[in-house]
T-cell receptor, first 111, second 112 residues
Framework: GQQLNQSPQSMFIQEGEDVSMNCTSS?????WLWYKQDPGEGPVLLIA?????ELTSNGRLTAQFGITRKDSFLNISASIPSDVGIYFC???????????FGPGTRLSVLP | DTGVSQNPRHKITKRGQNVTFRCDPI?????LYWYRQTLGQGPEFLTY????????KSRLLSDRFSAERPKGSFSTLEIQRTEQGDSAMYLC??????????FGPGTRLTVL
């Protein structure tokens, strides 16, 4: 089946720094979603991407749908302590099919 | 609160017992999904409904698992004869046709 890889697996950054993470696949996807999950809670949708090359922002978060349609990127600017959590990407091969989730990137923000 | 809700939030059961979880989706969302998530992993798709019809089931969904959405609104996920390997977070999500899924808080199952 399809697999998504997320890089890095985990990262420790200083408060105020910018963060970049990515999600890659060997398959072409038509939709990418980015989620954040806090411990003991369900994932919260951050950004949805529907077209190759699309760049979408949500506050300090910016995500891009890769031109090859096999990857997506999430950037967080000026990190704050509440950015701590696990960030998941999810891809959909074809409209109407279920989403495949990556293993997540665990972000820790040091004060 | 108009988000996806799940009950119970936590369930501890003994091996061999049956458990049932409930999910109430966002109203007007015609699609409802069930996922399982184990520690350190992303959610894994189990099954989904469009209205009351169950349209897809993962091979992760063994015969001991059954899901229903009888009136196209709330859904239940039942696990019969629970095993320790069933311990996980069970997540429900809903969406309209556009497929941008919104998750509930999950039900954490612990099988002793």
């Amino acid at each position: 089946g399809q697999q998504l890889n997320q890089s890095p697996q985990s990262m420790f950054i200083q408060e105020g720094e910018d963060v970049s993470m990515n999600c890659t696949s060997s398959s072409i996807f038509n939709t990418w979603l980015w989620y954040k999950q806090d411990p003991g809670e369900g994932p919260v949708l951050l950004i949805a991407l529907y077209k190759a090359g699309e760049l979408t922002s949500n506050g300090r978060l910016t995500a891009q749908f890769g031109i090859t349609r096999k990857d997506s990127f999430l950037n967080i600017s000026a990190s704050i302590p509440s950015d701590v959590g696990i960030y998941f990407c999810a891809g959909q091969l074809n409209y109407g099919q279920n989403f495949v989730f990556g293993p997540g990137t665990r972000l820790s923000v040091l004060p | 609160d108009t988000g996806v809700s799940q009950n119970p939030r936590h369930k501890i059961t003994k091996r061999g017992q049956n458990v049932t979880f409930r999910c109430d989706p966002i109203s007007e969302h015609n699609r409802l999904y069930w996922y399982r998530q184990t520690l350190g992993q992303g959610p894994e798709f189990l099954t989904y409904f469009q209205n009351e019809a169950q349209l897809e089931k993962s091979r992760l969904l063994s015969d001991r698992f059954s899901a229903e959405r009888p009136k196209g609104s709330f859904s239940t996920l039942e696990i019969q004869r629970t095993e320790q390997g069933d311990s996980a977070m069970y997540l429900c999500a809903s969406s309209v046709v556009v497929d941008t899924q919104y998750f509930g808080p999950g039900t954490r199952l612990t099988v002793l």
